[in-house]
């Protein structure tokens, strides 16, 4: 069924704004409700930057929203939510948005880009779009369950795996003069950043903070992927290697190579 605009969540700081109407979750998890990444950039007001469904713009606050709108819906926190659909059924017993009794001694220090070792960010309450704890073996389990599609009606899979917009940002951008075969579109889906060759799909994500650098890929085609985490500011560096090297032969090696 088509996602439609419901009472269930408007932010106060836009529901003067007829705009909000257009909000749906299809919007949010793809990267098109208008929103600024967060709002502390526009002064700590949430604002549309642009007409919602228009555009590719990434956004930590339409997670946010789309959060809010299905906690207040099924009458249920975000981290609540994830434990009982996502995080329970996949056997990820080490994952939370929020600080557990289990963090003690497990979780790693930032390595900042002054050298030094700071503390990291635990959430009191879940944050959609940032601050998941998490370890590589847990979140193997997660890539692999969306890789197999578990959970979701295939419908609904190929919704999430497909491309909704297309991401035209310089970051994105693919150098024919550098790669031999560049992707024939890139773009995001419902959560993932999405590359369609000819012969198959490449499905990725990426994360940064302070001190903490992540990418997780999978190819369904030829079903492999890899999770990635690195705690310093460097990370990037020795991610692009590895991945480099676990997809070697590829053209999604090529472009990272580039």
């Known amino acids: 069924p088509r996602a439609t605009a419901s009472p269930d969540w408007t932010d106060p700081d836009v529901a003067a704004d007829p705009r909000h109407r257009k909000l749906t979750p299809r919007l949010a998890l793809s990267h098109r409700t208008g929103f600024p990444n967060w709002r502390y950039q526009?002064?700590?007001?949430?604002?549309f930057r642009g007409e919602p469904g228009a555009a590719y713009g990434y956004s930590g606050e339409g997670f946010e929203y789309a959060s809010r709108f299905a906690g207040r819906k099924l009458g249920e926190p975000l981290d609540s939510l994830?434990?009982?659909?996502?995080?329970?059924p996949l056997g990820m017993t080490s994952t939370s948005f929020t600080r557990r009794d289990w963090f003690a001694g497990r979780v790693a220090l930032p390595l900042g880009p002054d050298g030094g070792y700071g503390e990291p960010s635990v959430q009191r309450t879940a944050n959609a779009a940032d601050d998941l704890y998490t370890t590589v073996g847990d979140y193997a389990a997660f890539l692999?369950?969306?890789m197999n599609r578990d959970g979701l009606p295939e419908a609904y899979a190929r919704q999430r795996d497909s491309?909704?917009?297309?991401?035209?940002?310089?970051?994105?951008?693919c150098d024919p003069a550098r790669v031999a075969r560049c992707p024939e579109r890139i773009?995001?889906?419902?959560?993932?950043?999405?590359?369609?060759?000819a012969d198959e799909?490449?499905?990725?994500?990426?994360?940064?903070?302070?001190?903490?650098?992540?990418m997780v890929f999978y190819v369904p085609e030829r079903r492999e992927g890899a999770v990635l985490l690195t705690n310093g500011a460097d990370g990037f560096q020795v991610i692009l290697e590895a991945a480099v090297l676990l997809a070697r032969g590829t053209d999604f090696a090529e472009?990272?190579?580039s």
């Open 42 to 47: 526009d002064g700590g007001t949430l604002r």
């Open 82 to 88: 994830a434990q009982r659909h996502v995080f329970g």
């Open 144 to 146: 692999v369950g969306v």
């Open 163 to 173: 491309i909704h917009v297309i991401d035209a940002g310089e970051g994105s951008a």
């Open 187 to 197: 773009g995001y889906g419902l959560g993932w950043s999405v590359m369609e060759y």
């Open 201 to 214: 799909t490449v499905l990725w994500h990426t994360g940064s903070d302070r001190g903490e650098k992540a």
């Open 255 to 257: 472009y990272l190579r």
